[in-house]
């Protein structure tokens, strides 16, 4: 089986601050990991994803994304929030073994200017 | 431009009353399934079809059908809607190779009264 889990329902945070979505996720293999985000009224946009190789992923918009096997985590970040970064955010995982993909309950981000 | 296009966007129907909403993708792309998205709980897989004539549930396929007769297209279909139907539900793409990002819809706001 494969699960994803968002601890935090919402993330509150300043412009220009630093922002963390965190992200862990469980597996009986290797896991592929995608960060999506869904903007109000819109379908969910791809920002990134690990596959393999070097465990800091950049992305779309900013947004990095850092895997972490030993803690099986996929936390996303950015350096320096911005006001349009205020989104729904979802992770997803798909173990190697299997044909679906398995998102988490998503996390609200909100960037205060 | 490459996308996914779901038709309605917005449908309100009676219980029990058949409905069919539609996806289509430009992509040639092999993979295509259905989510629907309810608050709290994210974004959980209805069916999925690896190429036209496969298809397979997800983890929540009761009271839904499917078909993929052509590689574009992958309609949902209630036979007979119920008000716990009620949500927003995605119809996405992909390559299908593991690995490879899906390309969403913008959604289809259902309510069965």
């Known amino acids: 089986a494969q699960s994803v889990a968002q601890p935090e329902d919402q993330v509150n945070v300043a412009e220009g601050n630093p922002l963390t979505v965190k992200c862990t996720y469980s597996v009986s293999g290797n896991p592929y990991l995608f960060w999506y985000v869904q903007y109000p009224n819109r379908g969910l946009q791809f920002l990134l994803k690990?596959?393999?190789?070097?465990?800091l992923v950049k992305g779309s918009y900013g947004f990095e994304a850092e895997f972490n096997k030993s803690q099986t985590s996929f936390h996303l970040k950015k350096p320096s929030a911005l006001v349009s970064d205020s989104a729904l955010y979802f992770c997803a995982v798909r173990d190697r073994g299997y044909s679906t993909l398995t998102f988490g309950k998503g996390t609200m981000l909100l960037v205060s200017p | 431009e490459a996308q996914v296009t779901q038709n309605p966007r917005y449908l309100i129907t009676v219980t029990g009353k058949k409905l069919t909403v539609t996806c289509s993708q430009n992509?040639?792309?092999?993979?295509m399934s259905w989510y629907r998205q309810d608050p709290g709980l994210g974004l959980r897989q209805i069916y999925y079809?690896?190429?036209?004539?496969?298809?397979d549930k997800g983890d929540v396929p009761e009271g839904y059908k499917v078909s993929r007769k052509e590689k574009r297209n992958f309609p949902l279909i209630l036979e007979s809607p119920s008000p716990n139907q009620t949500s927003l539900y995605f119809c996405?793409?992909?390559?299908?190779?593991?690995?490879?990002?899906?390309?969403f819809g913008q959604g289809t706001r259902l309510t069965v009264v």
């Open positions: 079809s690896m190429n036209v004539e496969v298809t």
């Open positions: 992509m040639n792309h092999e993979y």
């Open positions: 690990y596959i393999t190789g070097d465990n």
């Open positions: 996405a793409s992909s390559l299908g190779r593991p690995g490879t990002e899906a390309f």
